[in-house]
Antibody, heavy 118, light 109 residues
């Protein structure tokens, strides 16, 4: 189970920190992702972090503004959102990634909503 | 990076078979995963890898791949299958699952 929190109303240039807590599995053994979905739009991958935080990737649309991190002792994943723009308005999902013969996101949270306020 | 292309909408009669496709260069090297998303719900993985179903996914869902095209087939579509379906694969470097298709809205008539 994954549960996100931290969403809310933000203003231009504002910041927000999203959290995702995992339970029912060995959180520290899995890579994790953030995926977002703007209102009425499709899924957009945002960021990836490996199980030990040694490897991190970002989508070009958020590079330099968002920072992914995790605390395995607290079974938590984070996404720091800075310099927010209107186009960052979306539901943000955290998703567990299985990496073996195949790569896939097999467990998703219900999402937390970031809404841009002008 | 790379792109995956899906038809925006597809319809199928109840009980019939429907194929949803996804095209992209990365699919020549990597399999697509498929996610089902119903309104106001989180995505659910329905097919991963060559043709694998997670526990709890009905066997009417299957996947296939040829060249740069991946397909999700629903054999005997049910009313509850009406949803949006997204393909997802690794980016061109193979480092992460950073590419989603635009999604296909499936209507069951």
């Amino acid at each position: 189970l994954l549960v996100e929190s931290g969403g809310g109303l933000v203003q231009p240039g504002g910041s927000l920190r999203l959290s995702c807590v995992g339970s029912g599995f060995s959180f520290s053994s899995y890579s994790m992702n953030w995926v977002r979905q703007a209102p009425g739009k499709g899924l957009e991958w945002v960021s990836y972090i490996s199980s030990g935080s040694t490897t991190i990737y970002y989508a070009d649309s958020v590079k330099g503004r968002f920072t992914i991190s995790r605390d395995n002792a607290k079974k938590s994943l984070f996404l720091q959102l800075n310099s927010l723009r209107a186009e960052d308005t979306a539901i943000y999902y955290c998703a567990r990634e299985y990496r073996g013969s195949y790569y896939y996101m097999d467990v998703w949270g219900k999402g937390t909503t970031v809404t841009f306020s002008s | 990076s790379s792109e995956l292309t899906q038809d925006p909408a597809v319809s199928v009669a109840l009980g019939q078979t429907v194929r949803i496709t996804c095209q992209g260069d990365s699919l020549r090297a990597f399999y697509a995963n498929w996610y089902q998303q119903k309104p106001r719900q989180a995505p659910v993985l329905v097919i991963y890898g060559k043709n694998n179903r997670p526990s709890g996914i009905p066997d009417r869902f299957s996947g296939s791949s040829s060249g740069n095209t991946a397909s999700l087939t629903i054999t005997g579509a049910q009313a509850e299958d009406e949803a949006s379906y997204y393909c997802n694969s690794r980016d061109s470097s193979g480092d992460h699952l950073g590419v989603f298709g635009g999604g296909t809205k499936l209507t069951v008539l």
